[in-house]
C-alpha cells in the first residue's frame, strides 16, 4: 500500500479500535510502500498487514463468510432493469 491508503487504513484502525502500526517499511522512504506493524520500532516489528485488514473486512462486512480466495462473478438485474 502506499502512503494515501496508509492513511485510510491508519484511520479505520483506529475507528475501529484494531491494533497496529501502519508504517513505511523503509524507515528512511516515506514515498514508497507501507504496511502494518504489531509495534513500531523497526528493528522488533513483524508485519502484520494481511491478518488486520482481515479484521477490517469483518468489521465491514461482519455476516461476509471466510474466503480462501478471490471470487469473481456477474451480476445480473432481473429483467426490466437497467444496470
Do not use: C, N
Request: charged content about 25%; hydrophobic content about 35%.
Amino acid at each position: 500500500m502506499g502512503p494515501d491508503q496508509a492513511r485510510h487504513v491508519d484511520a479505520l484502525l483506529r475507528a475501529y479500535g484494531i491494533e497496529g502500526v501502519v508504517a513505511p517499511t523503509d524507515p528512511e522512504d516515506t514515498a514508497g510502500a507501507w504496511a502494518v506493524y504489531d509495534k513500531a520500532d523497526p528493528d522488533t516489528r513483524q508485519d502484520i498487514t494481511a491478518d488486520v485488514l482481515a479484521t477490517v473486512a469483518r468489521h465491514v462486512q461482519p455476516d461476509a463468510p471466510e474466503r480462501s480466495g478471490p471470487t469473481r462473478g456477474f451480476v445480473i438485474p432481473p429483467k426490466g432493469e437497467a444496470a
